[in-house]
């Protein structure tokens, strides 16, 4: 290549240590021999903060979150080449982990390149400075073929931040896609589970308390994975507006390159929302299926509660029945034994008579002493009035008495 064509080599790693991105550019340094200059620029969180030139080389330092780009530009690769190698090898050996690279060959004679390379087929996309054609892309690495004078700075800040967001995209997306079948598998299976509880015949409130708990389970696995797909929608669409946003500043007309990709994001984008709503509608389907479930217990449980207020009903007749009768016996024998003479001598219709309101009446008062029990409260109008009663049915069988004998 002559002097109005480069090779632009743009490497991308993860670091969370400065001191590991200051060990990698002193490293740069020994190896480029160059002027060291301080740039501190920045677009988008990209920070362009340093920069080592020397004859025909150039490396320019970047920085965004956890990332660090080096962009290593030869001016005369067939005499620096070794320098690339070098420049690899020193950041490989610092960062634990390396996300990509991008290598950009720049020349401003068509018919020069068009010979090389026996003619461009490639994507185009027209750039304010010339053309840009995408080569290849073979694992993390991408290729590209510029046709125009050597950008600067703020063109390489919108592209590293481009180029950033696109694999961005392109990695989750693709960890997305790779999940896709796992994640549609487990929503079918939960709304088959949920379906097949819901049609299921239970017999007692257990029963239903434990489909309400199997449903449940059902519907925190919805909501899991329900989450995880939203927080996928909502970090694709911003990163897909961001990508879009970059390429509109780029691009000055035509353009295949970075279409193409925008493409492929939307439509892992619309998988996603697609997918989405199924998720939305299965969770909605377990939440009927608990709503449902939630009524047969509820009737299952006024049903129970029924059945135990007729049998409470039928034991308190029946105990105040037995109180009846014990309380007419016991009383009937006292009067029988106090008032022996004035006893025999009452007509059997008038016993009768007084020991029944005698024994009702007491009957009466501890039930109302029970319902006030119960309400928390000392006196009610029944206590008053069934004792009342009992004070007046004690007072005829005295005077009764007293008057027979």
């Known amino acids: 290549m002559d002097g109005d064509e480069a090779l632009i080599h743009i490497f991308y790693f993860l670091s969370e240590d400065e001191a590991e991105v200051a060990r990698c550019w002193k490293r740069i340094q020994q190896e480029v021999k160059g002027q060291e200059t301080e740039m501190l620029q920045e677009h988008k969180g990209v920070m362009l903060v340093k920069a080592v030139r020397a004859e025909g080389v150039e490396v320019y330092l970047y920085l965004r979150k956890r990332t660090v780009a080096l962009r290593l530009v030869l001016h005369s690769p067939e005499e620096h080449v070794h320098l690339l190698g070098r420049i690899r090898e020193a950041a490989s050996s610092e960062f634990s982990l390396m996300l990509g690279e991008t290598i950009i060959f720049l020349s401003q004679e068509r018919e020069k390149v068009e010979k090389l390379y026996g003619g461009i087929a490639w994507r185009r996309s027209e750039l304010p400075l010339g053309e840009l054609y995408f080569l290849e892309a073979q694992n993390d690495r991408k290729s ?10 703020e063109f390489f800040m919108r592209f590293i931040y481009a180029d950033l967001l696109d694999r961005k995209i392109e990695r989750e997306a693709g960890l997305f896609m790779d999940m896709l079948e796992s994640v549609r598998d487990k929503r079918r299976k939960c709304e088959r589970h949920s379906s097949r509880l819901l049609d299921a015949r239970g017999e007692t409130l257990e029963d239903f308390e434990r489909l309400v708990k199997e449903l449940c389970t059902t519907y925190i696995e919805l909501a899991r994975y329900l989450e ?3 927080s996928r929608v909502s970090m694709l669409k911003e990163d897909l507006h961001e990508f879009s946003g970059e390429v509109r500043w780029l691009v000055s007309g035509e353009d295949e390159v970075f279409s193409e990709r925008i493409e492929k994001h939307r439509y892992a984008l619309e998988t996603l929302l697609y997918e989405r709503e199924n998720f939305i509608l299965a969770h909605q389907k377990v939440k009927n299926a608990l709503d449902v479930v939630g009524m047969r ?34 009383t009937l024998n006292s009067w029988k034994i106090l008032g022996k003479e004035a006893f025999a001598a009452l007509p059997a219709w008038l016993v009768l008579l007084v020991m029944t309101a005698f024994s009702s009446s007491v009957v009466l008062f501890t039930h109302a002493v029970a319902v006030a029990r119960r309400r928390g409260r000392k006196f009610t109008y029944g206590m008053v009035a069934s004792l009342v009663l009992i004070v007046v049915v004690a007072l005829v069988m005295l005077l009764v008495t007293i008057r027979s004998s």
Request: glycine share 6%; aromatic share 14%.
């Open 144 to 153: 590209y073929l510029m046709l125009s004078p050597l950008p600067g700075q």
């Open 228 to 230: 995880w797909v939203n």
């Open 297 to 330: 217990i509820e009737i299952e449980r006024g049903r129970e509660t029924v059945e135990l207020q007729q049998e409470s009903i039928s034991l308190q007749v029946a105990a105040g029945f037995i109180e009846f009768i014990v309380v007419f016996y016991y």
